[in-house]
């Protein structure tokens, strides 16, 4: 079986600094991916980042970027440069395409404020 | 362009009514979810179909049927409304091989 854990219910950044997510997986599948979703206040599911099991590099887009340590099986998202936007509730969650048809575990989520 | 839609965005109804909501997706996918994310916003796979084929189910009371007439839509219906059938409801689509999930706005469904 699948599971995602988000052990920081709440987190506070100061604006413009740099901000870490944490996310542990753990799953027997040896082929997973792993995403990282940002729903904000207004309710709408937003995909950030993905980083497949064999990927070499660490995924990155814009601000966001995922530090992944497959030995530790965690799937951390880091933020450069918080801006006030990005105070939302963030999701972290994988799927197993073979094991498990796609289907994706979520975790209970993360909520982001960032201070002015 | 709406990638994913949902309709209706909210749905206010009376214990024990039927109803529908609606999903469509014009990114091409092959798969498609309807996702349910409750009070204290955990998220739960509830189905998942691959070219209009049930591929996940997961326990979820008979009373919600799932129904894909084609590629890109993928429709809920729920039977005698309960309670604890609100929440907020999330589609989602993905193109096999990928996995990337792309959700809908999300239906809050409300039941008095």
């Known amino acids: 079986a699948q599971k995602i854990t988000q052990t920081q219910p709440g987190m506070f950044v100061q604006e413009k600094e740099a901000v870490t997510l944490d996310c542990t997986y753990d799953t027997s599948d040896p082929s997973y991916g792993l995403f990282w979703y940002k729903q904000p206040s207004s309710g709408e599911m937003i995909f950030l980042i993905y980083q497949g099991s064999y990927d070499q590099q660490n995924a990155t887009e814009g601000r966001y970027s995922l530090n992944f340590q497959k030995a530790r099986k965690s799937a951390n998202l880091v933020i450069s440069a918080s801006q006030l936007g990005d105070s939302a509730m963030y999701f972290c969650?994988?799927?197993?395409?073979?094991?498990?048809?796609?289907?994706?575990?979520f975790g209970d989520g993360t909520t982001l404020t960032v201070k002015p | 362009d709406t990638a994913v839609s949902q309709t209706p965005k909210y749905l206010v109804t009376q214990m024990g009514n039927d109803k529908s909501i609606k999903c469509e997706q014009n990114?091409?996918?092959?798969?498609m979810y309807w996702y349910k994310q409750d009070s204290k916003k955990f998220l739960k796979i509830m189905f998942s179909y691959n070219n209009k084929e049930l591929i996940i189910n997961e326990t979820v009371p008979n009373r919600f049927s799932p129904k894909s007439p084609d590629k890109a839509h993928l429709n809920l219906h729920i039977n005698s409304l309960e309670l604890g059938d609100s929440a907020v409801y999330f589609c989602?689509?993905?193109?096999?091989?990928?996995?990337?999930?792309?959700f809908g706005p999300g239906t809050r469904l409300t039941v008095l």
């Open positions: 989602a689509s993905s193109q096999a091989g990928t996995n990337t999930q792309y």
């Open positions: 990114l091409g996918h092959d798969t």
């Open positions: 969650a994988m799927s197993s395409p073979r094991a498990n048809a796609g289907k994706s575990t």
